[in-house]
């Protein structure tokens, strides 16, 4: 009988109710992993829960909030408790703002997603990096996105706060190595979850993406799922400070044109900057 990637390691998933983190739960937990799912809505992560229940997979759930140190505390404590220790840590609760050019940018509102992307994924180092050494060490793995390697115009703070996880994740690499506790970094290209069911099939923006696509086509949640339990377990041994672009071969082009929905909120004269004076 072959053995399972990930038989009896701890694992928490962030983000973990819904879309990629939801896939990455299920792949760990098909994969033997003592799973912990988090997310601020209860309700959300018990229906994800109950399909690795109803599979056989080991699996609790916790209300938190990553950017509150006191959640992300409680968070780690009971995913140690749950799962006897703690293996492996896929960070991906994160999200974006509202699309407008920089001078049109709400300053409130583009550090609300630094805070939530890059202050949260610190955070989650921060709790996690004690009790991954403690196990004889494990893996990280962060969710970061195309966007914080091509340019993504009017997504005001994602890119850089995307940028700033995989920046987290090098030096973090580096700090840890000794500890025999790995860091790396998904960065997924367009991928059909709820998050982006507002974005027209057919439409302009849609077909932007699948144009500057090689493999012209958009990924599935379970795309990145795989490459996330692969980089949780001894397969990837030897990966560490890296990020991994899983996105059908988009960074080698080109970002998408939301210029069709950004039209739509702003009046077309206010997004020339030489009209704001």
């Known amino acids: 009988m072959t053995t399972r990637s990930l038989e009896a390691r701890s694992v928490i998933v962030t983000g973990g109710g819904t879309g990629i983190g939801a896939a990455c739960a299920l792949k760990a937990a098909e994969e033997g992993a003592r799973l912990t799912l988090v997310g601020r809505t209860k309700s959300t992560l018990e229906r994800t829960a109950d399909r690795i229940r109803t599979a056989g997979g080991e699996v609790t759930t916790v209300a938190a909030d ?5 959640d992300v505390a409680r968070m780690i404590e009971a995913a140690v408790t749950f799962g006897g220790g703690l293996h492996g840590v896929v960070a991906n609760a994160g999200g974006g703002g509202s699309l407008a050019p920089y001078h049109l940018q ?5 550090v609300r ?3 939530l992307n ?3 994924t610190m955070l989650c180092v921060k709790h996690a990096v004690p009790h991954l050494a403690a196990a004889g060490g494990g893996s990280f793995v962060a969710m970061s996105s195309i966007a914080g390697h091509v340019t993504h115009r009017y997504f005001g703070a994602y890119p850089v706060a995307k940028a700033g996880i995989e ?3 090098k030096n973090a690499a580096d700090e840890y190595g000794s500890a025999k506790v790995r860091f790396n970094a998904i960065q997924p290209g367009f991928i059909a979850t709820e998050v982006m069911e507002g974005i027209q099939r057919g439409g302009p923006v849609w077909n932007s993406y699948v144009e500057q696509t090689p493999l012209a086509d958009v990924g599935h949640p379970e795309d990145i799922a795989y490459v996330a339990r692969f980089l949780l377990s001894d397969e990837s041994r ?3 400070g890296q990020t991994i672009a899983v996105d059908g071969g988009n960074c080698l082009r080109a970002g998408p044109d939301y210029s069709a929905y950004v039209q739509k909120v702003f009046d077309p004269t206010a997004l020339d900057p030489r009209n704001s004076r």
């Open 66 to 70: 990553v950017t509150v140190e006191d």
């Open 118 to 120: 890059v202050v949260g």
């Open 238 to 240: 030897w990966i560490t």
């Open 113 to 115: 997603v630094l805070q």
């Open 167 to 169: 920046s987290i994740i």
């Open 106 to 110: 709400d300053g409130s509102e583009f």
